[in-house]
């Protein structure tokens, strides 16, 4: 069975300052692992997705994240935070290439001027 | 060119009805994937919809049915609500074997 951990319920950073949201996984086969965010009140949007190839993934907003297959980790970063970035984070993760995906619990990012 | 359209965005139901919440899947996508949302946690799978019939389904019981039309759009019921029914529900598409989902903004139901 597929399973993600976000450790982290809440992360603070300064605007300006380095964001990175941590997650780790478990699947029986090669894994699909997508982050998306979620703003209040909203539905999730997509923020970047690994399949295969290179480990570093870029998304939207400066959003990268990267895959790590030893450590079984797909952290989200981002160099420099903005105010605008403070939301809800969902890391998931997929078996094959359609069927369910299964959610972390979220990271709320707060980030302060 | 839309996304997904989900509708009504807010619903309030009592105790032992049925409600039945409706989506529009993105132009081009013909598979729609139902979430639960439970305040403070992550979206739990429903099932999922591919030319008509329920091809994946989550650990949700019998009260949760659901249904895909030609024109791909879907809807879910669910019967006898509960109070803890009470959640947002996001409908996803994608396109068949695509790998990526686009979720709608969900509809907000209290049941009370």
């Known amino acids: 069975a597929q399973s993600v951990a976000q450790p982290e319920d809440q992360v603070n950073v300064a605007e300006g300052n380095p964001l990175t949201v941590k997650c780790t996984y478990s699947?029986?086969?090669?894994?699909?692992l997508f982050w998306y965010v979620q703003y209040p009140n909203r539905g999730l949007q997509f923020l970047l997705k690994y399949i295969t190839g290179d480990n570093l993934v870029k998304g939207s907003y400066g959003f990268e994240a990267e895959f790590n297959k030893s450590q079984t980790s797909f952290h989200l970063k981002k160099p420099s935070a903005l105010v605008s970035d403070s939301a809800l984070y969902f890391c998931a993760v997929r078996e094959d290439s359609w069927g369910k995906l299964q959610f972390g619990a979220g990271t709320q990012v707060v980030v302060t001027p | 060119d839309a996304g997904v359209t989900q509708s009504p965005t807010h619903l309030i139901k009592t105790r032992g009805q049925q409600v039945t919440l409706r989506c529009s899947p993105k132009?081009?996508?013909?598979?729609v994937s139902w979430y639960q949302q439970a305040l403070g946690q992550g979206p739990q799978f429903i099932f999922q919809?591919?030319?008509?019939?329920?091809?994946q389904r989550g650990n949700f019981p019998d009260r949760f049915s659901g249904h895909q039309f030609p024109n791909y759009s879907s809807e879910l019921n669910v019967n006898a609500l509960l109070l803890g029914d009470s959640a947002l529900y996001l409908c996803?598409?994608?396109?068949?074997?695509?790998?990526?989902?686009?979720f709608g903004s969900g509809t907000r139901l209290t049941v009370v």
């Open positions: 919809y591919y030319e008509e019939e329920e091809r």
């Open positions: 132009s081009g996508h013909d598979t």
């Open positions: 996803a598409s994608s396109p068949h074997g695509g790998q990526g989902y686009t």
């Open positions: 699947v029986s086969g090669n894994p699909y």
